[in-house]
């Protein structure tokens, strides 16, 4: 029964597009204030100095394009793995962060919302993670439009 209902074109449909949006959403409101994304991620204490605008630049972008990617069925498989492995990183950073006690904001959204590092946003990764593993494990579909 499980394996029907994970394997369903219209389940994967529905998962993709919560993933997907998750991304679009993530990677647009960080695009157009990279300085404030930047800072977010300096928050972390965990890249060099260096390495910080670079990231600031290129996440957004990659989460949008692969968002993209993922949501019109093209690579479905490549791009809920880059996805996955993005929000395996984030999950990491958050964790890192939660057990040196710095009272920060995520940055998953850019500076929006303003949600802290915690319990809560490690739970709410791992649901996410695991709509990423089921996209990567359980879709059939490469290049094929909403399928």
Request: hydrophobic share 55%.
């Amino acid at each position: 029964m499980w394996n029907n209902l994970l394997t369903n074109s219209n389940f994967q449909l529905f998962l993709r597009i919560i993933f997907a949006s998750l991304f679009i959403f993530s990677g647009g409101t960080k695009i157009s204030v990279p300085e404030e994304f930047a800072v977010s991620i300096s928050n972390y204490r965990l890249l060099p100095i260096e390495l910080v605008n670079f990231f600031a630049i290129i996440i957004p972008w990659i989460e949008i394009i692969t968002g993209i990617l993922l949501l019109f069925g093209f690579f479905v498989k490549e791009n809920s793995f880059i996805l996955t492995f993005l929000l395996g990183v984030f999950t990491i950073m958050v964790f890192i962060a939660m057990i040196r006690g710095l009272n920060i904001e995520c940055g998953c959204f850019g500076t929006k919302g303003g949600q802290k590092v915690g319990l809560l946003k490690i739970f709410e990764n791992l649901i996410y993670l695991v709509i990423g593993i089921l996209i990567y494990k359980f879709s059939k579909y490469h290049k094929i439009l909403l399928k």
